[in-house]
């Protein structure tokens, strides 16, 4: 993955050993912006007001350990896209089937090399850019289609929909989706950024751009209609952004899909 200054993600490493966490800190370091916590009660206070891309933790932590960590992340609408990484030096297969059953995403036994840890971590973030980028590129795919597990699937789902009643509204805004969603702004606007790398109003845009599609493949309506349908204010407007968004015009698009 190419890590360059501006996409450098944020790696939360929690261990109550300080010379693992310096270690990891200093190894994950050269690759991720990497933010150290002694449990998992620092953890959740960090999360509450700050971005984190994936969490790795050891599991034998004081207050708050790695499993009840993993579980109030997997069970908290606002954090249940977090990648998790479990470690432990247990090595029996019953710890393995505890870690995944609390929704760890992998899990690491102890002693691992750093390489393999840095492999995980990357293929966990690839794999989840990936999914974006084929939700964001191809006019088809759903938007449930990014999620990664049943919390956020509901969650994906239900926007969607409120996206879709209400898609004729030029000033449909994060505010009526935030208070329909029953979550804070800055919440939800973390929600969507985390799960979907985009920012509530892009996700609007893009849902607007998919809806079209479907009606462009009905084949009912013509393009300027489709425009006021899907709430843009011109035909001209709505042609920019769909070109942009998938690399065809509405016209282009339509025509493909002819039987």
């Given at each position: 993955?190419?890590n360059n200054v501006?996409?450098?993600?944020?790696i939360?490493?929690?261990?109550?050993h300080q010379?693992?966490?310096?270690?990891?800190?200093?190894?994950?370091?050269?690759?991720?912006?990497v933010?150290?916590?002694?449990n998992?009660?620092?953890v959740?206070?960090?999360?509450?007001?700050q971005?984190?891309?994936?969490?790795?933790?050891?599991?034998?932590?004081?207050?708050v350990?790695?499993y009840?960590?993993?579980?109030?992340?997997?069970?908290?609408?606002?954090?249940?896209h977090?990648?998790?990484?479990?470690?432990?030096?247990?090595?029996n297969?019953?710890?393995?089937?505890?870690g995944?059953?609390?929704?760890?995403?992998?899990?690491?036994?102890?002693?691992?090399?750093?390489?393999f840890?840095?492999a995980?971590?990357?293929?966990?973030?690839?794999n989840?850019q990936?999914?974006?980028?084929?939700?964001?590129?191809?006019?088809?795919?759903?938007?449930?289609?990014i999620?990664?597990?049943?919390?956020d699937?509901?969650?994906?789902e239900?926007?969607?929909t409120?996206?879709?009643?209400?898609?004729?509204?030029q000033?449909?805004c994060?505010?009526?989706?935030?208070?329909?969603?029953?979550m804070s702004?800055?919440?939800?606007y973390?929600?969507?950024k985390?799960?979907?790398?985009?920012?509530?109003?892009?996700?609007?845009?893009i849902?607007?751009l998919?809806?079209?599609a479907?009606?462009?493949?009905?084949?009912?309506?013509?393009?300027?209609?489709?425009?006021?349908t899907?709430?843009?204010?011109?035909?001209?407007?709505?042609?920019?952004?769909?070109?942009?968004?998938f690399?065809v015009?509405?016209?282009?698009?339509?025509?493909?899909?002819?039987?």
């Amino acid at each position: 993955m190419h890590n360059n200054v501006t996409t450098r993600f944020t790696i939360l490493v929690a261990d109550d050993h300080q010379d693992i966490l310096d270690f990891l800190a200093d190894d994950l370091g050269e690759h991720y912006d990497v933010v150290k916590a002694n449990n998992g009660q620092e953890v959740l206070d960090f999360i509450v007001t700050q971005h984190v891309d994936l969490i790795v933790s050891d599991i034998m932590m004081p207050y708050v350990d790695g499993y009840e960590l993993c579980t109030r992340l997997k069970e908290n609408l606002s954090y249940s896209h977090i990648p998790f990484i479990m470690l432990t030096a247990k090595n029996n297969l019953q710890s393995k089937i505890e870690g995944l059953k609390y929704g760890a995403d992998a899990y690491i036994e102890k002693p691992f090399s750093p390489s393999f840890l840095q492999a995980q971590i990357d293929s966990l973030l690839r794999n989840r850019q990936h999914v974006r980028e084929h939700y964001s590129k191809s006019p088809l795919v759903p938007l449930n289609s990014i999620a990664l597990n049943k919390a956020d699937q509901a969650f994906l789902e239900k926007l969607n929909t409120l996206i879709i009643e209400n898609i004729s509204e030029q000033g449909l805004c994060v505010d009526m989706l935030a208070d329909h969603m029953h979550m804070s702004r800055p919440t939800l606007y973390r929600k969507i950024k985390g799960i979907s790398n985009l920012s509530p109003n892009e996700l609007i845009n893009i849902t607007r751009l998919k809806k079209a599609a479907d009606l462009l493949i009905e084949g009912e309506l013509k393009i300027y209609e489709i425009s006021t349908t899907v709430g843009f204010n011109s035909s001209s407007h709505f042609t920019r952004n769909f070109q942009k968004q998938f690399g065809v015009s509405p016209k282009e698009y339509a025509d493909s899909k002819v039987k």
